[in-house]
Structures are given as structure tokens and as C-alpha cells.
């Protein structure tokens, strides 16, 4: 059974920094990806940051780019999201996501929530002024 459990979320200001982390377990593939999505209240779910199982594909929103990296460690299974320059608007929920149904979507690491397969619970961020 497919899990994906993130954690470190929390309360910070505006310009400092978190990072998220994204274990996940119950599955053995060959090719997916991981990404992170984000949902503030009465707003859509959006696509944030991506990654490919191989971590040569990565792919990220333009509101985050160059404030946040995501990387993976194989050995722990868990991808990480740093998050720096935080901003009011980057709270929200942050959920990761598993994507390996969609060949295509995985080789061009697609922030598309409609194409990820498993979804975990989330973790929330806040960031205040």
C-alpha cells in the first residue's frame, strides 16, 4: 500500500525558511516522480515543485522558483522541499503526491495535480507578515 507521509511544517515570518519532507514507502517502480502541491483556504490546489526517481528532472512553479529546491534521498525515501524567502502567500496546505501512471508527465515532471496517483495528508505552513 502506497503512503507518503510529509512533515515539517509550522509557523514562521515572512523570509525565513522551512523545509518539508515527503517519506514515502509501499511501492517498488522502476520510473515515477514526486511532486509537492500546495492549497491555501478558498483557493485551488496548485502544483508547486516536481521531481523525477532519478532526480535528473526537476521541475518548479514560477511563484517558487529560486526561492525553493526540492531534492530526494534514495537510501531514506524521502523527498525534501527547502523552502527560503518565505512569503505570506506561499501558506497553504502542502501535500506530496506520487505520479507513475503517466510516462509522459514523468519524463517532463508535470506540477499537474489532475495526473498524480497518491496523495498523502499534508502538512501546514504558515507564513505570517
Known amino acids: 500500500q502506497v503512503q507518503l507521509v510529509e512533515s515539517g511544517g509550522g509557523l514562521v515570518q515572512a523570509g525565513e525558511s522551512l523545509r518539508l519532507s515527503c517519506k514515502y514507502s509501499?511501492?517498488?517502480?522502476?520510473?515515477?516522480?514526486i511532486g509537492w502541491f500546495r492549497q491555501a483556504p478558498g483557493k485551488e490546489r496548485e502544483g508547486v515543485s516536481c521531481?523525477?526517481?532519478?532526480?535528473?528532472?526537476?521541475n518548479y512553479a514560477d511563484s517558487v522558483r529560486g526561492r525553493f529546491t526540492i531534492s530526494s534521498d534514495g537510501a531514506k525515501n524521502t523527498v525534501y522541499l527547502q523552502m527560503n524567502r518565505l512569503k505570506p502567500e506561499d501558506t497553504g496546505v502542502y501535500y506530496c503526491?506520487?505520479?507513475?501512471?503517466?510516462?509522459?508527465?514523468?519524463?517532463?515532471?508535470?506540477?499537474?495535480?489532475?495526473?498524480?496517483?497518491?496523495w498523502g495528508q499534508g502538512t501546514q505552513v504558515t507564513v505570517s507578515s
Open positions: 521531481i523525477s526517481s532519478t532526480a535528473d528532472i526537476t
Open positions: 509501499g511501492f517498488m517502480l522502476d520510473y515515477y516522480a
Open positions: 503526491a506520487l505520479l507513475y501512471s503517466d510516462y509522459d508527465s514523468i519524463t517532463s515532471c508535470s506540477i499537474s495535480s489532475t495526473l498524480f496517483d497518491d
